[in-house]
C-alpha cells in the first residue's frame, strides 16, 4: 500500500498549510546515513514515537522547504503554537471548574494543558531559529519541531489517560439524571433537584467534547507536521513507558560539559563578533552567564525528573490496589450485588486511580524528553 506520508503533498489542506512544492514529500528519499530498514519503516502507516525526529527531518513540509530555502515561511509553526495554546486553555479552563470536585481528574487535565503549552513553546523556538540562515540554525529547526510534536503527542495521551473517565462521568451524570426524571414522577424528587441533575451532565457532556475536539485538532496536527495528510488513517504509536533504569545515568554535573557545547543560543554567542576589548568582555560576560543559566535549566529538570519518579511510583502502587478493587466491583456488579449508580461510582474512583498512573507516566517520560533534549541544545536560556 502507498504510504500515506507519501502523498500529503497531493492534499488540497496541504498544499494551502504549508506552501511547498507538490511533490515536496512524495520525492523525499533515503539519507545516505539511514539503513534500509529504518526507511522502510518510516513509510509505513504507522506513526512511531522514535520515528518522529526521522519523519520531521524527511517528510516535514515546511522542513524540506527551509532546507532548500533558510528563509522558510514559519507561518505553520505560529499557527500550530496557537492552536496548542488554545487547546492548553481549554484544557485549563475544564481544570479550574472540576479541581475540587475531581483532584485526579483535575491533575489529568493540567498535564494535558502543560503538554500542549510545552509544544507550543517549541514550535515558537523553532520560529526564532527559521530566521537563523545557518546551517546550524537548520539542525536548531529539526529539533524544535522534533520536541514539540514529541510534546503534542504527550499532550495528547495524557488527555486519552482522562477520556474514559470523561466519558464514564457522562455516563454516571446521565444515569443521575434519568433516575432524577423518575424520581420526580414519584414524587421523590423536586423539579429543582431535575435541574441540578441536568445542568451536571451537561457540564459532563461538553467536558467531554470539549477533550474529545482537542484531542481530533491536535492529532490532524501531528499529522500535518510528521508528513501526513491532515485526515489521513494513521496510526499513532503509543508513548513508552518511562525507563527508571535510564534516570540513574543521567548526571546534571556529567552532562553540563555537552549541554554546553550543543546549546544552539551558546553557538550563536560564541560566533558574535568580539572586536575590541568592550566587546569582547561583553560577549565573554554573556556567555558566562548563559552557561550559568544553562546549568540551572539542566539542575531544574533533573529534579523534575526525581520528583516525576516519585510520583509514578507512588500512582503505581495506587492504581495496583485500585485493580483490585475494581475487580471485586464488577464481580459484584455481574451478580446483582451493587446497582448501576454504585457501580459507576466505583468506576469512576478506579478510573480516577488509571488515569493518574497513566498521567504520571507520561509527565515523568515529558520530563526526562525535557532533559534530554536541553543537553542535545535545546535548554531554555532565553
Known amino acids: 500500500m502507498k504510504p500515506c506520508k507519501k502523498i500529503v503533498a497531493l492534499g488540497l489542506s496541504g498544499a494551502l498549510l504549508f506552501a511547498v512544492p507538490m511533490n515536496a514529500a512524495a520525492e523525499a528519499k533515503k539519507p545516505e546515513n539511514m539503513d534500509e530498514a529504518t526507511w522502510i519503516r518510516l513509510q509505513d502507516n504507522v506513526l512511531e514515537y522514535d520515528e518522529i525526529r526521522d519523519l520531521v527531518e524527511n517528510y516535514n513540509p515546511t522542513y524540506l522547504q527551509v532546507v532548500g530555502n533558510i528563509e522558510a515561511n514559519t507561518?505553520?509553526?505560529?499557527?500550530?503554537?496557537?492552536?496548542?495554546?488554545?487547546?492548553?486553555?481549554?484544557?485549563?479552563?475544564?481544570?479550574?471548574?472540576?479541581?475540587?470536585?475531581?483532584?485526579?481528574?483535575?491533575?489529568?487535565?493540567?498535564?494535558?494543558?502543560?503538554?500542549?503549552?510545552?509544544?507550543?513553546?517549541?514550535?515558537?523556538?523553532?520560529?526564532?531559529?527559521?530566521?537563523?540562515?545557518?546551517?546550524?540554525?537548520?539542525?536548531?529547526?529539526?529539533?524544535?519541531?522534533?520536541?514539540?510534536?514529541?510534546?503534542?503527542?504527550?499532550?495528547?495521551?495524557?488527555?486519552?489517560?482522562?477520556?474514559?473517565?470523561?466519558?464514564?462521568?457522562?455516563?454516571?451524570?446521565q444515569a443521575a439524571y434519568?433516575?432524577?426524571?423518575?424520581?420526580?414522577?414519584?414524587?421523590?424528587?423536586?423539579?429543582?433537584?431535575?435541574?441540578?441533575?441536568?445542568?451536571?451532565?451537561?457540564?459532563?457532556?461538553?467536558?467531554?467534547?470539549?477533550?474529545?475536539?482537542?484531542?481530533?485538532?491536535?492529532?490532524?496536527?501531528?499529522?500535518?507536521?510528521?508528513?501526513w495528510a491532515y485526515n489521513a488513517d494513521m496510526q499513532l504509536g503509543e508513548v513508552p513507558q518511562p525507563d527508571l533504569a535510564r534516570i540513574d545515568t543521567m548526571n546534571p554535573e556529567n552532562d553540563l560539559f555537552r549541554a554546553i557545547g550543543n546549546n544552539y543560543t551558546l553557538i550563536e554567542q560564541r560566533s558574535m563578533s568580539g572586536k575590541g576589548d568592550s566587546n569582547r568582555n561583553a560577549k565573554f560576560r554573556l556567555i558566562d552567564e548563559t552557561e550559568a543559566k544553562v546549568k540551572i535549566e539542566l539542575e531544574t529538570l533533573y529534579q523534575s525528573i526525581l520528583e516525576g519518579r516519585t510520583a509514578y511510583e507512588a500512582a503505581g502502587t495506587a492504581f495496583q490496589s485500585a485493580q483490585i478493587t475494581m475487580n471485586g466491583n464488577d464481580?459484584?456488579?455481574?451478580?446483582?450485588?451493587?446497582?448501576?449508580?454504585?457501580?459507576?461510582?466505583?468506576?469512576?474512583?478506579?478510573?480516577?486511580?488509571?488515569?493518574?498512573?497513566?498521567?504520571?507516566?507520561?509527565?515523568?517520560?515529558?520530563?526526562?524528553?525535557?532533559?534530554?533534549?536541553?543537553?542535545?541544545?535545546?535548554?531554555?536560556?532565553?
Open 75 to 173: 507561518v505553520t509553526f505560529l499557527e500550530a503554537a496557537k492552536e496548542l495554546r488554545n487547546y492548553a486553555d481549554t484544557m485549563a479552563a475544564d481544570a479550574k471548574e472540576i479541581k475540587d470536585d475531581n483532584p485526579f481528574l483535575y491533575q489529568a487535565f493540567q498535564g494535558a494543558a502543560d503538554g500542549y503549552r510545552k509544544g507550543a513553546k517549541k514550535y515558537e523556538d523553532a520560529v526564532d531559529s527559521v530566521h537563523n540562515k545557518s546551517r546550524n540554525s537548520l539542525r536548531q529547526v529539526r529539533d524544535s519541531v522534533a520536541s514539540g510534536v514529541q510534546m503534542a503527542v504527550i499532550g495528547y495521551y495524557q488527555a486519552q489517560a482522562s477520556l474514559e473517565m470523561v466519558e464514564t462521568a457522562a455516563e454516571l451524570s
Open 331 to 382: 464481580l459484584k456488579y455481574q451478580m446483582g450485588m451493587l446497582g448501576r449508580l454504585e457501580y459507576l461510582q466505583a468506576k469512576m474512583a478506579y478510573l480516577q486511580q488509571k488515569a493518574a498512573y497513566r498521567t504520571a507516566a507520561l509527565s515523568l517520560r515529558q520530563a526526562m524528553e525535557n532533559y534530554d533534549w536541553a543537553v542535545a541544545g535545546l535548554a531554555d536560556v532565553k
Open 178 to 227: 434519568d433516575s432524577a426524571v423518575t424520581q420526580q414522577t414519584l414524587g421523590m424528587a423536586t423539579s429543582t433537584d431535575v435541574q441540578a441533575a441536568e445542568k451536571a451532565l451537561q457540564s459532563a457532556q461538553g467536558q467531554l467534547k470539549n477533550i474529545q475536539d482537542s484531542m481530533t485538532k491536535v492529532r490532524q496536527q501531528i499529522c500535518n507536521m510528521t508528513g
